[in-house]
């Protein structure tokens, strides 16, 4: 062959590859709404920036009349490429060819990325749209999976590893995105589930939809596996681009610097008022969040799973934060089984990843009951109170109201390694409410007493006095200082100006043995 020919033979190899599992396919993908996958990869990816790697790879499989059913690129599409300016690996799974089921071939391009993403320090994104397993390849597809599942262990906590499922992913395939620190699904068109609706209908009799069984709305409000439910696709795309800029490329790194313009000493007077005078009013804790972060954006994770706790990503002077925060206007702000699970992972992502977190708490305890209790709630509420204490990251602690019990000692204390804790004048630090803590000291008074209710209500206000206030914390120096809630920002911004360059570590170990 002659050069010339040469090069024709590369333009021809492409063009074939760029067609997937041919234009048929692809109409069916536009039709229903959907991207193929090199369209998702340039929808996420700034221009021009995308490197394809072996897109020239086919499967080795010989059964089931495999040999004639080859595509160049083998369902999938991997490669480097950059997203506002930062470098990431990222993978798009081709439902043209074969639904994108993972073959032996399919795995090794996945860890491929993954590999140079470990290496090179560089955050992985997956883009999920599979079949699953390749059922002609049998256990060549198991052992790929498994091969990546090993590989998302590896990298967790050491890069960024954020998954969008953008169709199908059932059976073990859902447990690659599972491993990962974030899913992000679309609503109608994605599911994820072990066991899909035939086979809950053949061993339960079970009517259910894909939709219910594993649909988007369902993994963000009620299983809490995933952590956006998109709109569209264009949706999940922005979201995930919108996510990586708040965190840092891998675990040496701290996030990226942002310019701010937003006053660092802005005052929010509107804070002064938030409280309101009935300790049982609700307010919402978002109105504090966005008050007082950077040009009030608040990057929201898990909006609708758990809401009694709020957690996401936002700035301080344009430097990420992680907020963690009880929500009053949920439940009161109870912590249970859910909102453990979900402070606690948020808590343990910062962590690895350099990114301080600030707490606003009011929370009045955790919720009793014997559906919590059946459920674990103690070895749930033990992963909060485990990852607070285990983290190294730069810590702040704002206490707007409650702090009663446990929930007092969990919600990031001064005693599990906080740096600066801080509480408004309305912070109630104490045991316990006031009406519960009377009933149990002064039972017998109430009873002797001529009027009972008189009685207990004097020693209510008696209790409310003494305990439920920051002061008695403040005078042992649990609470560095009371401030006035308009001052907030100025002040989490100067906390953690002076803890920026905190060294802290943990004994040496193995690893710790988290409550799971
Ligand atoms: C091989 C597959 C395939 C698979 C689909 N195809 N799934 N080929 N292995 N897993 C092929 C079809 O034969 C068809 O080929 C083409 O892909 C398109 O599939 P359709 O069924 O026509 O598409 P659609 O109607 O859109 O339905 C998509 C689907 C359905 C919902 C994904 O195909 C499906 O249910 N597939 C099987 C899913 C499944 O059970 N997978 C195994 C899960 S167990 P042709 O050439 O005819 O067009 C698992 C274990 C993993 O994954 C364990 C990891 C630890």
């Given at each position: 062959?002659?050069?010339?020919?040469?090069?024709?033979?590369?333009?021809?190899?492409?063009?074939?590859?760029?067609?997937?599992?041919?234009?048929?396919?692809?109409?069916?993908?536009?039709?229903?709404?959907?991207?193929?996958?090199?369209?998702?990869?340039?929808?996420?990816?700034?221009?021009?920036?995308?490197?394809?790697?072996?897109?020239?790879?086919?499967?080795?499989?010989?059964?089931?009349?495999?040999?004639?059913?080859?595509?160049?690129?083998?369902?999938?599409?991997?490669?480097?490429?950059?997203?506002?300016?930062?470098?990431?690996?990222?993978?798009?799974?081709?439902?043209?060819?074969?639904?994108?089921?993972?073959?032996?071939?399919?795995?090794?391009?996945?860890?491929?990325?993954?590999?140079?993403?470990?290496?090179?320090?560089?955050?992985?994104?997956?883009?999920?749209?599979?079949?699953?397993?390749r059922i002609q390849e049998g256990i060549e597809a198991l052992a790929g999976y498994t091969e990546i599942f090993?590989?998302?262990?590896?990298?967790?906590?050491?890069?960024?590893?954020?998954?969008?499922?953008?169709?199908?992913?059932?059976?073990?395939?859902?447990?690659?995105?599972?491993?990962?620190?974030?899913?992000?699904?679309?609503?109608?068109?994605?599911?994820?589930?072990?066991?899909?609706?035939?086979?809950?209908?053949?061993?339960?009799?079970?009517?259910?939809?894909?939709?219910?069984?594993?649909?988007?709305?369902?993994?963000?409000?009620?299983?809490?596996?995933?952590?956006?439910?998109?709109?569209?696709?264009?949706?999940?795309?922005?979201?995930?681009?919108?996510?990586?800029?708040?965190?840092?490329?891998?675990?040496?790194?701290?996030?990226?610097?942002?310019?701010?313009?937003?006053?660092?000493?802005?005052?929010?007077?509107?804070?002064?008022?938030?409280?309101?005078?009935?300790?049982?009013?609700?307010?919402?804790?978002?109105?504090?969040?966005?008050?007082?972060?950077?040009?009030?954006?608040?990057?929201?994770?898990?909006?609708?799973?758990?809401?009694?706790?709020?957690?996401?990503?936002?700035?301080?002077?344009?430097?990420?934060?992680?907020?963690?925060?009880?929500?009053?206007?949920?439940?009161?702000?109870?912590?249970?089984?859910?909102?453990?699970?979900?402070?606690?992972?948020?808590?343990?992502?910062?962590?690895?990843?350099?990114?301080?977190?600030?707490?606003?708490?009011?929370?009045?305890?955790?919720?009793?009951?014997?559906?919590?209790?059946?459920?674990?709630?103690?070895?749930?509420?033990?992963?909060?109170?485990?990852?607070?204490?285990?983290?190294?990251?730069?810590?702040?602690?704002?206490?707007?109201?409650?702090?009663?019990?446990?929930?007092?000692?969990?919600?990031?204390?001064?005693?599990?390694?906080?740096?600066?804790?801080?509480?408004?004048?309305?912070?109630?630090?104490?045991?316990?409410?006031?009406?519960?803590?009377?009933?149990?000291?002064?039972?017998?008074?109430?009873?002797?007493?001529?009027?009972?209710?008189?009685?207990?209500?004097?020693?209510?206000?008696?209790?409310?006095?003494?305990?439920?206030?920051?002061?008695?914390?403040?005078?042992?120096?649990?609470?560095?200082?009371?401030?006035?809630?308009?001052?907030?920002?100025?002040?989490?911004?100067?906390?953690?100006?002076?803890?920026?360059?905190?060294?802290?570590?943990?004994?040496?170990?193995?690893h710790g043995n988290i409550p799971l």
């Amino acid at each position: 062959m002659s050069t010339r020919e040469k090069l024709e033979e590369l333009k021809q190899k492409r063009a074939l590859s760029l067609q997937g599992g041919g234009q048929a396919r692809i109409d069916k993908m536009h039709a229903a709404g959907k991207k193929t996958a090199r369209e998702r990869i340039a929808a996420m990816v700034d221009p021009g920036s995308f490197e394809e790697y072996d897109a020239f790879k086919l499967h080795r499989c010989h059964n089931f009349g495999m040999e004639k059913n080859k595509f160049l690129g083998d369902g999938i599409v991997t490669g480097s490429a950059r997203i506002n300016g930062r470098p990431v690996y990222i993978y798009a799974q081709d439902f043209t060819v074969l639904a994108g089921s993972l073959s032996g071939t399919l795995a090794e391009k996945i860890c491929k990325i993954m590999d140079l993403g470990m290496k090179n320090g560089v955050p992985v994104i997956g883009l999920n749209d599979s079949g699953g397993a390749r059922i002609q390849e049998g256990i060549e597809a198991l052992a790929g999976y498994t091969e990546i599942f090993t590989r998302n262990v590896l990298s967790s906590g050491v890069i960024p590893q954020i998954s969008g499922i953008f169709g199908p992913c059932a059976g073990g395939a859902v447990y690659s995105p599972a491993l990962t620190d974030f899913i992000v699904m679309v609503k109608e068109q994605s599911y994820m589930f072990l066991t899909g609706p035939k086979v809950v209908k053949t061993v339960l009799h079970e009517d259910i939809s894909t939709e219910a069984l594993g649909g988007a709305v369902m993994h963000t409000t009620t299983s809490g596996v995933t952590d956006y439910a998109a709109e569209d696709e264009d949706d999940a795309i922005r979201y995930i681009k919108e996510l990586l800029s708040y965190l840092p490329q891998n675990n040496l790194e701290n996030p990226p610097d942002t310019p701010c313009d937003d006053p660092i000493n802005r005052p929010a007077p509107e804070l002064n008022d938030i409280i309101p005078d009935n300790p049982n009013a609700a307010y919402d804790i978002k109105k504090v969040i966005t008050a007082t972060v950077d040009n009030g954006i608040f990057f929201e994770i898990k909006k609708n799973f758990a809401p009694n706790i709020v957690i996401g990503f936002a700035r301080y002077n344009g430097k990420s934060v992680g907020i963690v925060a009880n929500q009053p206007a949920y439940y009161a702000g109870v912590l249970d089984i859910n909102s453990s699970d979900k402070g606690a992972r948020f808590v343990r992502f910062c962590d690895c990843f350099n990114i301080p977190i600030i707490t606003f708490v009011d929370v009045p305890g955790f919720l009793p009951g014997s559906a919590q209790e059946f459920g674990g709630v103690i070895r749930h509420g033990a992963k909060l109170l485990y990852a607070y204490a285990e983290s190294t990251i730069p810590k702040v602690t704002v206490i707007t109201r409650k702090a009663y019990g446990g929930a007092y000692c969990v919600m990031s204390s001064k005693h599990l390694r906080t740096d600066i804790n801080y509480s408004w004048p309305t912070g109630e630090i104490a045991v316990m409410g006031s009406k519960g803590a009377v009933e149990v000291l002064y039972a017998k008074g109430a009873k002797e007493a001529g009027d009972a209710q008189a009685f207990l209500a004097e020693k209510e206000a008696e209790y409310n006095t003494n305990f439920s206030n920051p002061y008695c914390a403040a005078e042992r120096g649990y609470i560095d200082a009371v401030i006035e809630p308009a001052e907030t920002r100025a002040r989490i911004i100067n906390a953690l100006e002076s803890i920026r360059g905190k060294r802290d570590t943990l004994p040496m170990k193995k690893h710790g043995n988290i409550p799971l």
